[in-house]
Antibody, heavy 112, light 110 residues
Framework: EVQLVESGGGLVQPGGSLRLSCEASGFTFSTYIMYWVRQAPGKGLEYVSGISTDGGTAYYANSVKDRFTISRDNSRNTVYLQMGSLRPEDTAVYYC?????WGQGTLVTVSS | QSALTQPASVSGSPGQSITISCTGTNSDVGGYNFVSWYQQHPGKAPKLLIYDVSTRPSGVSHRFSGSKSGNTASLTISGLQAEDEAEYYCSSYTISSTWVFGGGTKLTVL
């Protein structure tokens, strides 16, 4: 079955860090550019980051640049999102996605 | 990286057709044929309806179609059904090699 499964979300204090993981199965992970997209409560979708097939090139939304780092491990079929200097406005469901394949999302809550 | 512009809401009766617009700039919608449309029901992950402006993934109903003219892309849903009631988002590849989404359009089936 083709699927993406995110994990690592939770409650974190402002200024803190969190690492999200997304494990892929059912398709040739290493041949796809992978993305993270987020959705704040009651709000629309927002592109967060993307990473090339070999992990050598990464792209970020201005809102997370210099605070978030995307990476991937093709041997583990997993893409990561290391989030730092977290702010309340980073509170959202974070989705891992590639084309028509989306995970179920993992909720990150930044609050004291 | 300004969000693409979509109407906040549209409505239609069962059986009718509706069109949702998505306006960007030459740096995104107008510059690339990489516009996608997603449908999202409450509490669910988005579902890809259209990619590359007008291509439907396998399994997506032929009632959904996409087009583009200049800096504006459009999603048309024909033969509206009750289950089409959802939020719809457009997205486009950008000159910065990132993607940008529209603000979303809530479709109400009357």
């Amino acid at each position: 079955e083709v699927q993406l499964v995110e994990s690592g979300g939770g409650l974190v204090q402002p200024g803190g860090s969190l690492r999200l993981s997304c494990e892929a199965s059912g398709f040739t992970f290493s041949t796809y550019i992978m993305y993270w997209v987020r959705q704040a409560p009651g709000k629309g979708l927002e592109y967060v980051s993307g990473i090339s097939t070999d992990g050598g090139t990464a792209y970020y939304a201005n809102s997370v640049k210099d605070r978030f780092t995307i990476s991937r491990d093709n041997s583990r079929n997993t893409v990561y999102l290391q989030m730092g200097s977290l702010r309340p406005e980073d509170t959202a469901v974070y989705y891992c996605a590639v084309g028509a394949i989306w995970g179920q999302g993992t909720l990150v809550t930044v609050s004291s | 990286q300004s969000a693409l512009t979509q109407p906040a809401s549209v409505s239609g009766s069962p059986g009718q057709s509706i069109t949702i617009s998505c306006t960007g700039t030459n740096s995104d919608v107008g510059g690339y044929n990489f516009v996608s449309w997603y449908q999202q029901h409450p509490g669910k992950a988005p579902k890809l309806l259209i990619y590359d402006v007008s291509t439907r993934p396998s399994g997506v109903s032929h009632r959904f179609s996409g087009s583009k003219s200049g800096n504006t892309a459009s999603l048309t849903i024909s033969g509206l059904q009750a289950e089409d009631e959802a939020e719809y988002y457009c997205s486009s590849y950008t000159i910065s090699s990132t993607w940008v989404f529209g603000g979303g359009t809530k479709l109400t089936v009357l």
